[in-house]
């Protein structure tokens, strides 16, 4: 075989080598690419998850954190049924106003705001619940708050519990 013809087989045995290389190179690439269209969906799974996760655990602190509020809003009556009863006793009520400061702590440390209502202040339906209607003469109270009878409870912009209110109802009659 002469030189020439070495060289050309040589030739042709390093273009097929190329071309296989070329060829193992696509499907490497291909098999790369179906990798990460696949990490791709593992990736949106597990947002997914994660959103859901997170929508759990927000639930189950309003749980928690709504357990709270009714503890300090029956503590809040019993301190008021105490004070009214003849023989109210100031130990008691020292005691149920502790645990109402201790409640205010841990409401606070979990970013729960303690909404109060006003007399006279104009009627919120955001953050306002009315019990009644309050019949009035006077032009002024129309939609205004005559009495407050409890707090309410907001949480990260959420309201937790509205404020119970009395509002005003003017008669034009």
């Known amino acids: 075989m002469s030189e020439r013809e070495r060289k050309k087989k040589y030739e042709r045995r390093g273009m097929l080598l190329i071309q296989k290389l070329i060829k193992r190179m696509k499907s490497q690439?291909?098999?790369?690419?179906?990798?990460?269209d696949k990490i791709n969906d593992q990736q949106e799974i597990l947002k997914l998850y994660y959103t859901t996760y997170?929508?759990?655990?927000?639930?189950?602190?309003?749980?928690?954190l709504l357990g709270y509020i009714r503890m300090r809003d029956n503590i809040l009556k019993d301190i008021e049924e105490v004070k009214r009863s003849d023989n109210s006793n100031e130990e008691i009520i020292d005691l149920l106003e502790l645990y109402i400061n201790d409640l205010d702590v841990l409401l606070e440390?979990?970013?729960v705001e303690i909404l109060n209502g006003c007399v006279g202040e104009m009627f919120d339906p955001k953050i306002q619940k009315p019990?009644?209607?309050?019949?009035?003469?006077?032009?002024e109270l129309d939609n205004k708050i005559v009495h407050v009878f409890g707090c309410?409870?907001?949480w990260r912009?959420?309201?937790l519990k509205k404020i119970y209110v009395s509002v005003g109802d003017y008669n034009n009659e």
């Open 157 to 159: 912009g959420m309201i």
């Open 54 to 64: 997170q929508e759990m655990k927000r639930q189950n602190q309003k749980k928690y």
């Open 29 to 36: 690439e291909e098999m790369i690419k179906k990798l990460v």
């Open 152 to 154: 309410g409870y907001q």
């Open 131 to 139: 019990l009644e209607r309050v019949k009035t003469e006077q032009r």
């Open 109 to 111: 440390d979990n970013e």
